[in-house]
């Protein structure tokens, strides 16, 4: 079934915002009401509340001490609302002149105003692309998902290649410190050093510039390795 057929396209945009945190947090398991509410900036009374008329929509599978979890159409309406908000930042990107910094909030405000015939036109006119500007997959039109086999720079092992292949877009502030330095999705990276006792990892690009990441950062980027490549 593709998203243009599901029922649950006029739902609104809160409905929307809670499928989204809760497949964001839960994946295949379970978000807690605490997680949900910290996600959303809402009271956890209120998170209750909704996870219950979720619940009766037929969205959320919601059990009070154990949280929530998408069931199948749940989770064909969040990544349905994921693609559209995925490919709206693709276009801000490249056809509106954004910074990649500042298309995660415009996103989030422009898809819960347009269609789901939009949302395919615009995949068009983009080419297609299965990655946004922060390397995250792009749903297929069907909900299907390119299976995400990246690890965060800081679990990585010191002297080995990885390649950048999604950064984070929750804080603008890292978006800006990473984009000003190149460190963006497809970046090949040397991991010169990591240090256990403050979570330091430092880098070394292709061009010879090397950068030390703090614990924060080096959270926000995930890579794959290059076994291939040597030092």
């Known amino acids: 079934m593709t998203y243009g057929a599901t029922k649950t396209s006029v739902l609104s945009a809160s409905v929307g915002d ?54 199948e159409l749940g989770r064909a ?10 490919l709206i930042e693709t276009f801000l990107l490249e ?27 615009l995949a068009e006119l983009l080419g297609h692309p299965d990655r946004d500007p922060h390397g995250d997959p ?14 965060p720079l800081r679990e990585a092992e010191a002297g080995g290649w990885v390649r950048i292949y999604k950064v984070s ?7 800006d410190y990473l984009g000003e330095r190149g460190l963006v999705p497809g970046r090949l990276l040397h991991i010169e050093e990591t240090r256990e006792l403050d979570g330091v990892v430092t880098v070394r690009d292709e061009d010879g510039g090397t950068y030390a990441l703090g614990d924060s950062l080096a959270r926000s980027v995930f890579i794959r390795r290059e076994p291939r490549l040597s030092a």
């Open 18 to 71: 809670y499928l989204k945190a809760v497949w964001s947090l839960g994946g295949a398991g379970a978000a807690s009401t605490k997680e949900i509410s910290v996600h959303l900036s809402v009271a956890p009374a209120s998170v209750t509340s909704m996870l219950g008329r979720l619940q009766e929509m037929g969205l959320v599978r919601y059990e009070r001490y154990r949280g929530a979890s998408l069931t």
């Open 77 to 86: 309406e969040a990544l349905r609302l994921v693609r559209r908000h995925r």
């Open 95 to 121: 056809h509106l002149g954004y910074d990649w910094q500042e298309v995660h909030e415009e996103a989030e405000r422009l898809e819960h105003a347009v269609s789901d015939g939009f949302t395919e036109r």
């Open 138 to 151: 792009i749903p297929t039109p069907e909900g299907a998902l390119a299976v995400d086999d990246s690890s």
């Open 169 to 175: 877009d929750e804080s603008t502030e890292a978006l």
